[in-house]
Each structure stands twice: as C-alpha cells, then as structure tokens.
C-alpha cells in the first residue's frame, strides 16, 4: 500500500509505466500473498527493481532472496544488466548483498582460471558497481 501511494504521488496517479510480479503460496484453502516485486516497463537506469516487499510472515524462508533471483532472470531474458532501483533500504542492502555474494559465490567454486567484473556482470545480470 505504501509502495502505490508513493508512486501514485510521484507520478500523478499513472502506475501504467510499472510492471507487478505478485508471489503466492497455495495450500488447501488457497493462495496467499507471501510478496511482491515491481519494474517500470522501461527503465533508463536499468532498474529491474522499483519496490520489493516480503511480507512478514514469510520471511526467513527464501522468498525475497527467489524475488531477487527472479528479476535478475528477466534482466537476463532481455540481455541487460540491472541494479534494484536506489537508494535500499537497511533489509534491502542486506538482502541484496546476500543474493550477490551467494550467485557470485555459486559461480567463482566451480571456475578454474581468472574472471573480470564484466565477465561476472555478463554472467549474471548484476551491475558492474553493484
């Protein structure tokens, strides 16, 4: 709700310019919102993320981190690099600093030889300055 009412204050009511990627879990009585993350449809800075949100609830158990992962995957699917859109907050820094050493991580175990920040970047959508 904060997220859209910021939104619709700074762009004079239009949030046609964004994209929202809603996350449910589904058990026996339904889905359930566990979070959300949104895009502008064309982002000039790259941003392949405006707003994410895990709800309370579902915290601590993946979800942010597979957000994350996933807008990451779209940045890849149209051949860009991205950066979530700044500044993040306190859990945001976090969160997205966990995300980028556990990919970063993930690739540089298994390389034999040497790797440059824009190999990495190519690899894996993430800005050089991120």
Not at 42 to 48: K, L
Not at 115 to 120: P, Q, T, Y
């Amino acid at each position: 709700k904060q997220w859209y009412q910021r939104r619709v204050a700074i762009t004079a009511g239009d949030i046609e310019p964004f994209i929202m990627y809603v996350l449910c879990e589904v058990d026996k009585s339904g889905a359930h919102m566990v979070g959300y993350f949104s895009k502008e449809r064309s982002s000039p800075d790259n941003h392949n993320v405006a707003c994410i949100l895990t709800l309370p609830p579902y915290q601590r158990k993946g979800y942010g981190k597979f957000l994350i992962q996933f807008s990451y995957e779209l940045s890849k699917r149209d051949g860009q690099v991205g950066t979530p859109e700044k500044p993040l907050s306190d859990l945001g820094k976090l969160s997205y600093r966990s995300y980028w050493s556990w990919i970063l991580l993930d690739i540089l175990k298994d390389l034999q030889g040497t790797v440059s920040i824009k190999e990495l970047s190519n690899l894996t959508s993430i800005t050089e300055d991120d």
